[in-house]
Every structure is written in structure tokens, then in C-alpha cells.
């Protein structure tokens, strides 16, 4: 398939860019990698009347370490230099290793990691993380800027709070708190596929009790999903592996939404959610008593 015709634009700055797409509106729409896009079109699942390519814009490229601790992440950064990065892989270990499970090498080597989440596939790694990390996100538009929380910014499978006017400019992920551990857990039919179920899961310890602890889901259901049992059952607590086995029951039975389709049934998935949060929990505490 092909996609159907479409005007193109390349701006070379953000001023640039802002003012074509409230020119365009609601025919416009921005391409960052376009690993996700592109195809879509292709299959007719998209079909904008004109695409502004945000490639050229060096300044949308960026991570810049902050003075608090946090990271700053230029939307059009693209996924390897984030999953390369001496910084990221130092003070955000998870951001590194969850990238490293997108696809293969030469899709991360065009994939961006502002665009997944602007993108908001609901199999995606990225809008999840951004989730469970507490990303704050810099919009701007010809307006100027607005800021969201990312757990507010993803409403719906590929809907978020953009306008047609708006492109998502920048990730600020705050500092991981002392003490914590995360890790990332997925399955899926082959190596680079997309994951048929995923857990990302951050916990923080106080000597040998949980102090917090967050899992997000995705892969099944509309959008990244914060769990809300694991903090629940386990905020206070000396984590056994009872307890745990107890909370990951309770996730893949009550707080996801699978699907059935011809790789797996919405039962099958519902097990696979249990078996990851109890991976991710059990793997996360551990390296947050190290």
C-alpha cells in the first residue's frame, strides 16, 4: 500500500514549525521518526492532508542534565542516543534498559523518543515510561508553552491532549529518589516484536520495607495503565514473596483491560500480567537494596 497524497513541509526551526501547523490545523501532522506513523499511512490508517517534518530542527535534539537531578529529553532525540547515553545509563537505568526493547537497532536508530509519546500507541514502550517516572512534558504552540503531567497527556489508544496547533517540544524526567530499584519485563512472540503484555515497575525501600512502589502495564488495555494495588498491599510492608504473588493476582485480574486476537486470548494475557508484575516487583526490590 501506499499512502494517500499529502502535502510536505520541513521547517528548520520550532518558530517555524509552530506557525505552519496552526496554519494547517487540523490537516496538519507532525512527523518526528515516523516508525510508527509512516506505516499507518501506508495501510490508510492515517491519512493526513500534510505532514511537518520535525528532522531538520537541530535544536529539538537534545539531553540536557539539570541542576535538580532531572533530565531534560529533546523530542526529536532519537531513541538510540537516549538508550546510549553515559548519563541516562548511569542516573536512569531504566530509561536505557526499557529502550533497548523497541523494536530492532535500525528502528531506534529513527524512532524519537518525544514522537512515542506524542504517537500514544498503547503497545508502546515509552508512554509508559513516561508514566510511571512522572515525566513532565513541554508543549508549545504559537501561544507559547504549557506544561502536562504525562499520566494526564495520554487520554485515549494514539489520542492525547495535543492540539492540531501544538507539538510536544520536550521530556523532563525527575530524578529517581534514593534507594530505588526498577525493572522491566515483557514477553513477546519474537525478539523486537511488539510485547504481547509489559510491566515496568519502580519501587523505593526503607531499609527492608517498601516505602513506595508503582507498576505500569501496557500492551493490555487503551493506554499505559498505573496500577494501583502494588502500592496499596505493599507501602509499609516487609515484601514477601506471598504478598507479592497476592498483588500480582490481584493485577491481572482487576486492573487490566486485554484483548483476545489471533496471538493470544484475553485469559492467556491476564496470566502473562501476573507473571510480569511478580518478575518486575520481585527484580525491582532487589535492586533497590543494592
Known amino acids: 500500500m501506499k499512502p494517500a497524497p499529502f502535502d510536505y513541509y520541513a521547517p528548520t526551526t520550532v518558530a517555524e514549525a509552530v506557525e505552519k501547523l496552526a496554519e494547517l490545523g487540523y490537516a496538519g ?3 518526528a521518526g515516523g516508525q510508527s506513523l509512516i506505516p499507518a499511512m501506508n495501510f490508510r490508517m492515517a491519512r493526513p492532508g500534510a505532514l511537518v517534518d520535525l528532522g531538520k530542527i537541530k535544536e529539538l535534539a537534545y539531553i540536557k542534565p539539570q541542576a535538580d537531578g532531572s533530565v531534560a529529553i529533546g523530542t526529536m532525540t532519537r531513541d538510540t542516543a537516549v538508550e546510549e547515553d553515559e548519563f541516562i545509563r548511569k542516573n536512569f537505568p531504566i530509561v536505557a534498559e ?3 526493547y523497541i523494536a530492532h537497532k535500525q528502528i531506534r536508530n ?3 523518543f518525544g514522537g512515542a509519546i506524542a504517537h500514544a ?7 509508559a515510561l513516561a508514566v510511571l517516572l512522572d515525566a513532565k512534558l513541554k508543549v508549545l504552540s504559537t501561544d507559547g508553552e504549557r506544561w502536562e503531567d504525562a499520566v494526564d497527556f495520554i487520554i485515549g489508544p494514539f489520542m492525547t491532549t495535543l492540539e492540531p496547533q501544538e507539538l510536544l517540544a520536550e521530556v523532563v ?3 529517581l529518589p534514593a534507594n530505588c530499584g526498577c525493572s522491566y519485563q515483557q514477553v513477546s512472540r519474537q525478539k523486537g516484536g511488539y510485547a504481547q503484555a509489559a510491566a515496568i515497575a519502580k519501587v523505593v525501600m526503607d531499609g527492608d520495607k517498601v516505602k513506595d512502589a ?4 501496557f500492551s493490555v488495555g487503551e493506554t499505559p495503565i498505573r496500577t494501583e494495588q502494588p502500592n496499596k498491599v505493599l507501602a ?3 515484601p514477601s514473596t506471598e504478598l507479592i504473588e497476592s498483588v500480582a493476582e490481584y493485577v491481572g485480574a482487576n486492573e487490566c483491560d486485554p484483548g483476545t486476537d489471533l496471538h493470544g486470548t484475553e485469559e492467556y494475557r491476564r496470566n502473562l500480567v501476573k507473571v510480569l508484575v511478580r518478575r518486575a516487583l520481585l527484580d525491582a526490590i532487589e535492586r533497590a537494596k543494592k
Open 214 to 217: 508503582q507498576v505500569v502495564l
Open 110 to 112: 529513527r524512532g524519537s
Open 173 to 175: 524526567i525527575p530524578p
Open 98 to 100: 526499557t529502550v533497548s
Open 236 to 238: 509499609g510492608m516487609v
Open 121 to 127: 500507541d498503547p503497545a508502546a514502550q515509552i508512554p
Open 29 to 31: 501532522k507532525v512527523l
